[in-house]
């Protein structure tokens, strides 16, 4: 069983930066595409960014690309979210997603989620 664990979130100023981590365990983290996503406070959830396999393709969001940057360490079953020049409307709680399939992980249809973990930017 595929397990994902995310870390690293917490509070941040507007225009700072967080880095959150999702562990991988129970699978060959190598066969996965891992994903982030996120839902605000009485929002829908939100496609944040998504990695390929091998780590050579990324797909962003319009709202973060820029800022934001996904990437892999395959040797540490982890992958991050380097989030900067943070907003108020970053805060939310973030997911971490895997699929052995690149579009489910784009689409929100991965077979694999974490738990989250909470951010907050402040003004």
């Known amino acids: 069983q595929v397990q994902l664990v995310e870390s690293g979130g917490g509070l941040a100023q507007a225009g700072g930066s967080l880095r959150l981590s999702c562990a991988v365990s129970?699978?060959?983290?190598?066969?996965?595409?891992m994903g982030w996503f996120r839902q605000a406070p009485g929002k829908e959830r939100e496609f944040v960014v998504t990695?390929?396999?091998?780590?050579?393709?990324?797909t962003y969001a319009d709202s973060v690309k820029g800022r934001f940057t996904i990437s892999r360490d395959n040797a540490k079953n982890t992958v991050y979210l380097q989030m900067n020049k943070m907003k108020p409307e970053d805060t939310a709680v973030y997911y971490c997603?895997?699929?052995?399939?690149?579009?489910?992980?784009?689409?929100?249809?991965?077979?694999?989620w974490g738990k989250g973990t909470p951010v907050t930017v402040s003004l």
């Open positions: 997603t895997a699929d052995r399939t690149y579009s489910r992980t784009l689409y929100g249809a991965a077979d694999y």
């Open positions: 129970g699978g060959i983290f190598s066969d996965y595409a």
């Open positions: 990695i390929s396999r091998s780590g050579g393709s990324t």
